[in-house]
């Protein structure tokens, strides 16, 4: 016996039911890579992903490698996957390089973010607490590494300028020794500790 042709009701019904599962296997694809979440903008932002440029919004997704792009009166706020938060302000330019975190064995988290102008505040999520030796903030000049903390860094091309509100970070200019490439606080001469305590340096 002939297989009877497909229908048109029955080959349009196929093809919905096929799109559908693309549609959310994508999604489960995309929710699997995100890192952290926007919780708050303010004022006009974007994200910079994969050659294209996107309206930053609350709740929109965060995965490495996005660069988030505030305007003048652009406010970005990003809680990550571990409860790290960090907070984009104004005429900022911050790079998601890396972020790596498994519940199961935070001390294997790996974390990287390249702050190339502007303003931003870290404060240390669960990775960063259990893996500071592979937390690391670039910006033009240094390299800032943590010990479990809340910090402000403004940075462009000519200087870098870091407020610690709550324990302490390490900050080292990029060089031979300390390479832009590298994870962790840098250990060289010219590293030098900053804390919550140390007033006015």
């Known amino acids: 016996m002939m297989n009877r042709p497909l229908r048109p009701i029955r080959m349009l019904r196929l093809l919905l039911l096929m799109w559908a599962l693309l549609a959310l296997a994508s999604a489960v694809r995309a929710s699997s890579t995100s890192v952290g979440e926007v919780t708050l903008c303010?004022?006009?932002?974007q994200i910079q992903r994969e050659g294209r440029s996107e309206s930053v919004t609350k709740g929109y997704r965060?995965?490495?490698?996005?660069?988030?792009?505030?305007?003048t009166n652009g406010h970005v706020h990003v809680r990550f996957?571990?409860?790290?938060?960090?907070?984009?302000?104004?005429?900022?330019?911050?790079?998601?390089?890396?972020?790596?975190?498994?519940?199961?064995?935070?001390s294997a988290s790996l974390i990287k973010f390249y702050l190339e102008t502007g303003t931003m505040r870290g404060i240390s999520g669960l990775a960063a607490?259990?893996?500071?030796?592979?937390?690391?903030?670039?910006?033009?000049?240094?390299?800032?590494?943590?010990?479990?903390?809340?910090?402000?860094?403004?940075a462009d091309a000519k200087r870098a300028v870091v407020?610690?509100?709550?324990?302490a970070i390490v900050l080292a200019p990029l060089d031979n020794a300390c390479s832009v490439d590298g994870f962790g606080p840098c250990a060289t001469p010219r590293s030098r500790e900053l804390a919550a305590t140390m007033s006015g340096m």
């Open 129 to 154: 607490q259990a893996a500071r030796d592979k937390f690391r903030l670039n910006t033009p000049l240094v390299a800032i590494g943590v010990k479990g903390t809340d910090f402000v860094t403004q």
């Open 62 to 71: 965060i995965v490495p490698g996005d660069v988030i792009r505030t305007t």
């Open 163 to 167: 407020l610690v509100n709550q324990g």
């Open 42 to 45: 303010i004022g006009s932002s």
């Open 81 to 106: 996957v571990d409860g790290a938060l960090v907070s984009v302000r104004p005429d900022s330019v911050l790079q998601v390089v890396e972020y790596r975190y498994d519940p199961a064995n935070p």
